[in-house]
């Protein structure tokens, strides 16, 4: 057995499997902390991947392992031949799935900035302003991950396939550096690059969740997002239920909710003429149409031209956003009772970073 | 100067202060003497009691003032749909209650209207508001 996988190499393939699995179990809002960081340490592996496919050992370097389709399609003839042609370092197939796999892993880490500074006034592009932008960027995330996850299952696939018609396991291969080869193939360990590598991980990560500083983030991006709320509504909207600030409606929705004031989910509401008029006017100013928040811009999309739903849970996007909470959370909290969950409910800022699960749960997941 | 001028903002201070705590104690007189100018009273504040816990069948469903508010008005209340708390009755636990005629008359009607289906009569607002500022 001679040493074809360098240290560095090792520890990357390892560190981005376990973000990778770390991505998955934090993609709930409610871990956006979490997630955020780790679509970091990702962006970091991929350029120091990039940078050691050309200064690397000599099996790590890209030169070593060039995308060919043809090369790949005869390899995986060879497989399902039950003989596969040896290879010292990556395999043609499993060259596709390292350059998949960093294409994705990329465009994940640019998709996630762009949709978290749009959607939630974080990360190097807090200060951008286009929420459609944000928006398309959020769904190409979502889409993009399926992607990974399926190259991921190919990848682990071929794997296990070429480890038993090989007979050698190349899961501990990453793991020890060790495969068949002859002794002129070996590579140096470069235990320093992976030194480095490690205090770095270890340093940012220690940063990043240092004592306070995700609470003084949360007060910024909340603060970000804030709306302002006429006292006047405030007073009137907040004996039942919260004053729910006019950006989560459509402004037909609250021409609809003060023509039927005097049914307002059973009680009447009976305002004085000019007190309404105020109202009525307030809220269609600064209806979800105004688009004045990534929130209001996403129940603006959502609503069809043709409804005018009066609750803001009867709304798509707060549906599809909520579906995924446990049902026994709003057994125990009435749907109206916002800040249950997201203490800053009151600023109509819905920051990720400000959900709290009522009643303890820390995510929102059905069956749990 | 200094000082005069020191004990006139005194002065405007306690004003206002005692101007608050009288505006404060006048909205239920104000009410009741309405109230009985509509033919009402005299006001009990056991009458008013009974008139609390009276059960009443509306919209299929029984209803009545201590549902939301708790039959111990020093107490938080909870709102029978959504849940949200409401701050105690009690002017003794709460000192904001029974200090803004418009609010007072708003939520008798908005709240008889909930439980009864019809509007309190003067003799029944009457009571209740006594019994309230009772506590």
Not at chain 1, 85 to 103: K, M
Not at chain 1, 122 to 149: N, S
Not at chain 1, 328 to 339: E, I, N, P, Y
Request: hydrophobic content about 45%.
């Amino acid at each position: 057995m001679v040493r074809v996988w360098d240290l560095p190499t090792r520890l990357f393939h390892w560190a981005l499997a376990l973000a990778f699995a770390g991505e998955w179990l934090t993609r709930d809002a409610s871990r956006l902390d979490v997630h955020e960081f780790l679509g970091y340490a990702i962006g970091g592996l991929i350029l120091f991947r990039l940078a050691w496919g050309f200064v690397g050992t000599r099996w790590a370097r890209f030169a070593s392992f060039p995308l060919s389709a043809s090369a790949a399609w005869y390899y995986v003839r060879g497989m399902l031949a039950r003989r596969p042609e040896h290879h010292v370092g990556h395999n043609p197939a499993g060259s596709w799935a390292i350059y998949l796999l960093l294409t994705l892993a990329a465009l994940q880490v640019v998709t996630g900035i762009v949709a978290l500074g749009a959607e939630q006034r974080l990360g190097p592009l807090a200060a951008m302003p286009t929420f459609e932008l944000g928006d398309a960027a959020h769904t190409a995330h979502l889409v993009l991950a399926y992607a990974m996850l399926a190259v991921v299952v190919v990848h682990v696939a071929g794997v296990v396939v070429g480890s038993l018609l090989e007979r050698q396991n190349l899961v501990r291969s990453m793991l020890t550096g060790a495969k068949h080869a002859s002794g002129t193939d070996g590579v140096e360990a470069r235990r320093g690059v992976a030194g480095v590598m490690i205090a770095l991980l270890a340093v940012s990560t220690f940063a990043w969740f240092a004592a306070g500083r995700a609470d003084a983030r949360a007060q910024r991006a909340i603060a970000a997002l804030s709306l302002p709320l006429d006292p006047v509504w405030q007073s009137e909207c907040s004996g039942c239920h919260i004053a729910y600030h006019p950006s989560l409606l459509p402004a037909r929705s609250w021409r609809r909710t003060f023509a039927v004031q005097h049914d307002h989910f059973g009680e009447d509401l009976d305002l004085p003429a000019a007190k309404s008029r105020q109202l009525e006017g307030y809220a269609m100013r600064n209806a979800a149409d105004a688009l004045q928040s990534p929130v209001a811009w996403k129940i603006a999309h959502s609503v069809p031209a043709s409804a005018a739903p009066l609750r803001v849970s009867e709304t798509p996007y707060w549906r599809e956003r909520h579906e995924r909470v446990d049902p026994a959370v709003f057994k125990r909290v009435h749907a109206s009772d916002c800040g249950a969950c997201h203490r800053d409910a009151d600023n109509a800022s819905f920051s990720a970073l400000a959900i709290h699960v009522a009643g303890g749960a820390s995510a929102p997941r059905k069956g749990k | 100067m200094i000082p005069s001028k020191l004990l006139a903002s005194c002065a405007l201070v306690l004003l206002g202060l005692c101007s608050a705590a009288l505006a404060g104690a006048a909205p239920v007189d104000d009410l009741l003497r309405q109230y009985q100018s509509q033919g009402a009273g005299p006001f009990s504040a056991a009458a008013g009691e009974k008139f609390w816990e009276l059960t009443n069948t509306h919209a299929g469903e029984p209803r009545r003032c201590a549902l939301c508010h708790s039959s111990n008005l020093s107490a938080t209340g909870k709102h029978a749909v959504t849940g949200k708390a409401i701050k105690p009755l009690a002017p003794s636990a709460n000192p904001e209650r029974l200090t803004d005629t418009e609010k007072i008359e708003k939520w008798l009607e908005r709240n008889c209207k909930w439980t009864l289906g019809r509007s309190c009569t003067p003799q029944e607002k009457g009571d209740v508001l006594v019994m309230i500022r009772s506590r």
